[in-house]
């Protein structure tokens, strides 16, 4: 991993185990990043020095964010969440997707899936609801998403639509003039 001071010059830092991290968070004063395939998240205070937790299985865990006063991962199937990146509580999600991308606003999280045209959405980070369809697209994978401007956009590895929701349930597609992913 690598941290930067002003975002131009950067240096390494040394994570606790060296592949198949995925994402990584802020909040409540620190750092946290999970891993794919993997039991093991890890957390610092400064982005420089590293300490490793266990997570409570092991699974491919995509996403993570800090909302709400606590720190939530999704993944296939499965949701954990803490409130110090060291003792985690785990639940299930309402379908066994691959949750790929996690955001927050209005109150509610909200996560988008790979290989599924919907969303699932939660006011506390720990039971979920399957929400609504979003629109088909190529790649039948929703990659990303993002809250903004009091709206939801979720984005697709490939193609030429996106999607946006005011209350992170109902969807409406978005045409883009280029394709996503080339």
């Known amino acids: 991993c690598a941290y930067s001071m002003d975002g131009i010059n950067w240096a390494q830092a040394q994570l606790p185990v060296s ?75 309402p379908t066994s997707s691959t949750w790929t991308a996690v955001a927050y606003g209005k109150g509610k999280f909200v996560a988008v899936a790979n290989g599924k045209a919907t969303s699932i959405y939660s006011e506390n980070g720990i039971t979920w609801t399957e929400g609504s369809t979003l629109p088909t697209v190529e790649s039948n994978c929703w990659y990303s998403m993002i809250y903004v401007d009091n709206k939801f956009f979720a984005v697709p590895m490939l193609g030429t639509i996106a999607a946006y929701s005011e209350d992170g349930i109902n969807w409406m597609q978005i045409n883009i003039p280029n394709q996503i992913g080339n």
């Open 19 to 93: 592949d198949n991290w995925q994402a990584v968070t802020y909040g409540n004063g620190m750092f946290v990043a999970v891993r794919r395939g993997s039991n093991v998240a890890a957390y610092s205070m400064d982005g420089i020095n590293w300490t490793q937790s266990t997570l409570p299985s092991y699974y491919n865990w995509e996403d993570i964010i800090f909302a709400d006063g606590k720190f939530v991962s999704i993944g296939s199937g499965r949701v954990i969440y803490s409130t110090d990146a060291i003792n985690w509580t785990e639940n299930t999600l």
